[in-house]
């Protein structure tokens, strides 16, 4: 099946006879294309042009025809609140609904926010722009961002992301050449969509609005292997003849295999938002420290007809994004209500308009439940569920410090983010973990703070093994079951330092793939590196060798990969296959509890933590 052909374009001013007049000839000479997709504002500037554009809405009976499947967002403009009105009162548009609203013919609304699926394409929207007035139409709200931030949480590949503004920042680590000439980053911008396409992480990003035409350089995201593509596009008949419609026709992402959706163009920069991320997150602990401005913006929903609440927020505000996912990364920091019942309802079929709002506008064309369901039943699954979710980590991980298997007499050095201890079952003396004290399935997503403590740790234990005429080589095997993160660090002769990459080469070699080679001056480069290779839809290898050389392999959802690769690698490098498996090598608790002392005592010095 052929991937499917999109066009998009910037602004449409209500010209609807020279747009169109355009996408049939496109569709001519290089179609068929199956939708278009317009950002920016969709409604004339002027009454003047309304005739021309009501020839199409009133579409029929000989009227102006729109020629194929076209969606907008830009829902400002002349005659805009009385056509949308119109179409939000169609019982047919009621509820949740977003894969667009009927407005007529091949025209539909794309309204909100939301993600839908197009011919296997996997599309978000931002409708509207950033506005404090209130106004119903033309401006997004903070539920409809709550609501995407929600979203990005959800496992897969987002394809396209279509927002009428600019995202703040965008050219930032791009190629001052091909900035369009005159332009200003404040004017028709919106940090809003910086973080949210931060967060959402799409293949291609599509804005209006500025008026100019461009096509900044692939980015790559943090926590993710795939690049993202910005798009700025101009009006339709601007006066500079500037490009207003551009064609895609891309393969979904949920068809690509992890080596195709991974794959880099040799102009890739770094992300533009990283730099905006991390001004936005030193503004938001100030702003947190009074009242918590920013917190009320991530989640704005009125519980105050529920019956219980659970979670340490305080007031009526339920938290979306722990409803929507069942997590929230603010923790027990969050200042809005994790309530599991709700939660519950939800998972049982309840409407999340009905749950939050106490109404839905739908009615009964909705098909999700409008009644509560019995609070026994719903007591007995959450209580299942908290045992579950609490239980398992504190009396099953190995890594948790607070639970009662932890193996504390190997702990080394404990610091703010992470410990050291021995491993059970070493390959050899003064093998190490380094280990987050966070409950993390790995260390690749965790807080650049924490990610300095963890460098601080590596370059101790580099130095200490130097020391002693070893190198240290340290891997982290990501599995998608990951439970507690771990880094192992196990020193290898110098002498034979150098052949690690060559033997690790050929071990990929016999498996059938090859592992993605860097070389960096420091480790924080490498970490920062390795961020943008990770993707959490699938598991991870990466190995860091002398002198800063990293080899990392993103896992194909069938492919068999040992979870012991590192281990059996080295330990046939040194010589002692038998070693390979850490069962061989258990020894008793008083003599792990010597070891750990020893340890302990001969790099007291280099301890990042004394």
């Known amino acids: 099946m052929s991937p499917p052909r999109i066009l998009l374009c910037g602004d449409v001013l209500g010209r609807l006879n020279q747009l169109f007049k355009r996408v049939q000839s496109v569709n001519k000479s290089a179609g068929p294309f ?27 009976g000989g009227r102006s025809q ?78 409809d961002v ?17 927002t009428n503004e600019w995202p703040s920042g965008v050219t930032n680590r791009a190629s001052a050449s091909d900035i369009p000439a005159g332009f200003l980053d404040t004017t028709g911008s919106d940090s809003s969509v910086s973080e949210l396409v931060a967060e959402i992480k799409p293949r291609y990003h599509f804005a209006g609005t500025k008026g100019v035409f461009y096509a900044r350089e692939p980015y790559s995201n943090v926590d993710a292997v795939h690049v993202t593509r910005f798009f700025g596009l101009a009006m339709v008949g601007n006066k500079d003849k500037q490009k207003f419609i551009h064609a895609i026709s891309p393969t979904p992402a949920s068809t690509m295999s992890a080596a195709e959706i991974s794959m880099k163009p040799p102009n890739t920069t770094l992300s533009p938002y990283t730099l905006v991320v991390d001004k936005t997150a030193l503004e938001e602990v100030t702003k947190r420290s009074t009242a918590s401005v920013s917190d009320s913006q991530y989640w704005r929903y009125d519980v105050s007809h529920k019956r219980h609440k659970s979670g340490s927020g305080e007031g009526n505000k339920l938290c979306f994004k722990f409803i929507y996912s069942g997590s929230c990364p603010r923790g027990e920091k969050c200042n809005f209500q994790h309530d599991m019942d709700a939660r519950e309802q939800y998972l049982g079929g309840v409407c999340l308009d009905f749950l939050i709002k106490g109404k839905c506008e739908r009615g009964p064309d909705c098909n999700f439940k409008h009644n509560l369901q019995n609070e026994g039943e719903s007591h007995s699954r959450r209580r299942r569920g908290s045992e579950n979710d609490n239980g398992n980590r504190s009396k099953e991980c190995w890594f948790c410090l607070s639970s009662p298997n932890v193996e504390s007499h190997l702990i080394i050095s404990v610091g703010e ?72 660090v196990v020193p290898v002769p110098s002498t034979k330092a150098a052949a690690v990459q060559d033997i690790c080469n050929l071990a990929a070699e016999k498996l059938g793939f090859k592992f993605v080679v860097m070389k960096f001056n420091n480790s924080s480069d490498g970490r920062e590196w390795l961020k943008t290779q990770f993707d ?22 069938n492919e068999n990969f040992p979870a012991q690769f590192g281990r059996e690698v080295l330990a046939g490098l040194l010589n002692m296959p038998e070693r390979a498996d850490w069962r061989n090598c258990a ?7 010597k070891m750990a002392e020893e340890f302990k005592k001969q790099f007291e010095e280099m301890d990042p933590n004394q």
């Open 34 to 60: 199956d939708a278009l997709f317009c950002v920016g504002q969709f409604f004339p500037d002027s009454a003047e042009q309304l005739e021309e554009f009501t020839d199409y809405i009133e579409g029929g």
């Open 66 to 143: 729109i020629p194929l499947p076209t969606y907008f967002i830009g829902d400002y403009g002349v005659a805009a609140p009385k056509v949308l009105s119109t179409a939000s009162r169609n019982s047919a548009n009621l509820g949740f609904k977003m894969d667009g609203f009927k407005i007529c013919d091949n025209l539909f609304w794309l309204r909100g926010s939301g993600k839908f699926s197009f011919h296997g394409l996997s599309v978000v929207y931002l409708s509207g722009r950033q506005s404090s007035n209130g106004h119903h139409f033309g401006t997004y709200s903070q539920d």
């Open 146 to 162: 709550d609501a995407l931030r929600a979203l990005a949480e959800e496992p897969g590949v987002v394809d396209l992301f279509l």
């Open 417 to 488: 983010f992470y410990y050291c201890a021995l491993p059970k079952g070493p390959l050899v003396q003064d093998h190490v973990l380094v280990i987050p004290i966070e409950h993390a399935p790995c260390t690749l997503s965790l807080t650049q703070q924490s990610n300095s403590e963890l460098v601080k740790f590596q370059n101790s234990l580099k130095l200490y093994y130097k020391n002693r005429g070893k190198e240290a080589v340290l891997f982290e095997w990501i599995s998608k079951r990951s439970s507690h993160a771990n880094i192992q």
């Open 536 to 557: 959490r839809n699938f598991s991870f290898f990466y190995v860091e060798l002398t002198e800063g050389t990293i080899l990392s392999h993103l896992v194909e959802e």
């Open 587 to 593: 020894l008793g608790k008083d003599e792990e509890t």
